[in-house]
């Protein structure tokens, strides 16, 4: 199994549509937990970090369920600006003391007009 | 505030040519790191320095050296290139070890 899973998408959706991408990941010790934002042929760049809480940022929310061991991402009123990969990643503290990073593969949207 | 930076941002090398791709960050970031980017494959931890001074390997060190020269700059170099090796190269400096990852713009590296 992978340490971090994510759908690769196509999510193909039209302007002003919600979606909603799901990550799953492999060890429960893992401690804190991101969505990054990759346009093409750039760099990735951090969205939102998420909380046991859960957050929300104007029209992005962010949830995590340490029970099932997924987090999730929610897109309201999609703008075709929305359009890109969409990173998971996942941290933990491992026995060398050194945080490892673990991105997903990636979900990719496309907000149609 | 440059941020990160890297160089260059396009190279093609033949087989078993060396080179190194450059790093340097202008935020006093104590951390930095490499990545490659293979489709599919999302981002691989190559090498990381979590100081000057260290550096450790990650998850894909094979056929990469790494140099520290000072808190500002990350150097990977490749002795050998091999066709394996065509990726994307990306750095990127943290502050502090579960903070945010500024990432430079990245190295597109064909090896033929």
């Known amino acids: 199994r992978k340490e971090v899973e994510q759908d690769p998408g196509p999510f193909n959706v039209p302007e002003g549509a919600t979606v909603a991408f799901n990550c799953t990941y492999s060890?429960?010790?893992?401690?804190?937990f991101f969505w990054y934002r990759q346009d093409c042929r750039k760099e990735p760049k951090l969205l939102m970090s998420?909380?046991?809480s859960g957050n929300e940022d104007g029209r992005f929310t962010a949830q995590l369920n340490r029970a099932s061991q997924y987090i999730s991402l929610l897109i309201r009123d999609s703008k075709l600006s929305d359009s890109a990969t969409y990173l998971c990643?996942?941290?933990?503290?491992?026995?060398?003391?050194?945080?490892?990073?673990?991105f997903g593969t990636g979900t990719k949207l496309q907000v149609i007009p | 505030n440059a941020g990160v930076t890297q160089t260059p941002k396009f190279q093609v090398l033949k087989t078993g040519q060396s080179m190194t791709l450059q790093c340097a960050q202008d935020?006093?970031?104590?951390?930095m790191y490499w990545y490659r980017q293979d489709p599919g494959m999302g981002l691989r931890l190559i090498y990381y320095?979590?100081?000057?001074?260290?550096?450790d390997k990650g998850e894909v060190p094979n056929g990469y050296n790494v140099s520290r020269l000072n808190k500002r700059e990350f150097s990977l170099r490749l002795e050998s290139a091999a066709p394996s090796q065509t990726s994307v190269y990306f750095c990127?400096?943290?502050?502090?070890?579960?903070?945010?990852?500024?990432f430079g713009p990245g190295t597109r590296l064909t090896v033929l």
């Open positions: 990643v996942v941290t933990l503290l491992n026995s060398g003391g050194y945080q490892k990073v673990t």
């Open positions: 998420v909380y046991s």
């Open positions: 320095s979590a100081s000057e001074g260290t550096t």
């Open positions: 935020m006093n970031h104590n951390s």
């Open positions: 990127a400096s943290v502050r502090g070890n579960t903070d945010t990852q500024y």
């Open positions: 060890n429960s010790a893992s401690q804190s």
